[in-house]
């Protein structure tokens, strides 16, 4: 009898703790705030309910992160940023530099980097053994089915936006009718079946009066404003067969990275505390 009494007081000053600390809701071993949940709705600028659901799936991948065993070393997140920063046509310092000027400190962007390379790694381990390999009839079922995604411009009109550096680019695109020293703009028509597939696709992929993700010519950094697409033409499945395989696989791999974690989901012990 004492020993049961002691284990409800126990129990009861844990959970006071718990609502004392702000912990709303447990998740396995593991803890979520009132201020975290408060924090992702502002950030993401969504509802309370899903600001819930979005770190409940990552107290879960964090469970999973530790029962394959990821860790990530200090070298290989500076290699990532080192790659970042070249990516962005910047030293390593610039990159730093404008982490500093975004008001976050270094050691909680590297703790960032190191979580993205852990989720990275995490979803290559789920999927390395359940993505099934697409068949040429399952491609050519697709096309037929969807030929209106296959109907592309035969040249863009674009402004051409290049600069040396990100941040010199990204002022001529938050202002891109006014002219930035370093910035050099140029109009053309490019067409399109002069390009590779994988330029072609930014430029099919990329509205009308919105610019293209920048492009890393070597020694330029370029964007280009969408002014008008011109023509149509229909691609030909050989043509169009590797952006349905692209595209069929990764629908594959969101199905299987979604329900893996529903079933993670299902046995998982989730106490609401607090609301």
Known sequence: MKTAFLSFLLCGAFCYAEIIAGVAIRVNS??????????VQKEFKITKEQAIDMLINERLKDDEIERFKISVDEFKIDDEITRIAQSSGMSKSELISQI???????????????????????????????????????????????????????SVSVM???????????????????????????????????LSPQIKQVFVTTPKGEFTPVLNSGDLLIS????????NTLLS???????????????????????????????????YIRE
Request: without cysteine; positive net charge.
């Open 30 to 39: 593991h803890a979520i705030t009132l201020n975290e949940i408060k924090s």
């Open 100 to 154: 500093a000027k975004r008001g976050l400190s270094y050691q909680n962007y590297r703790a960032e980097i190191k979580k993205q390379i852990q989720t990275r790694e995490l979803m290559q381990k789920i999927l390395s053994s359940n993505v099934s390999i697409t068949d040429e009839n399952e491609l050519f079922a697709y096309y037929t089915k969807h030929k209106k995604e296959f109907e592309i411009p035969t």
């Open 160 to 194: 051409r936006y290049s600069a040396k550096s990100d941040t010199l680019l990204q002022k001529a695109q938050a202002a891109p009718n006014k002219s930035i020293d370093g910035v050099e703009k140029m109009q053309e028509e490019i067409a399109l079946d002069a």
């Open 224 to 231: 280009f404003l969408i002014l008008q697409k011109n023509g």
């Open 237 to 271: 499945f050989e043509q169009a067969k590797a952006f349905i395989n692209s595209k069929l696989l990764a629908q594959k791999e969101q199905d299987i990275i979604k329900e893996h974690f529903d079933k993670m989901r299902a046995s998982a012990k989730i106490v």
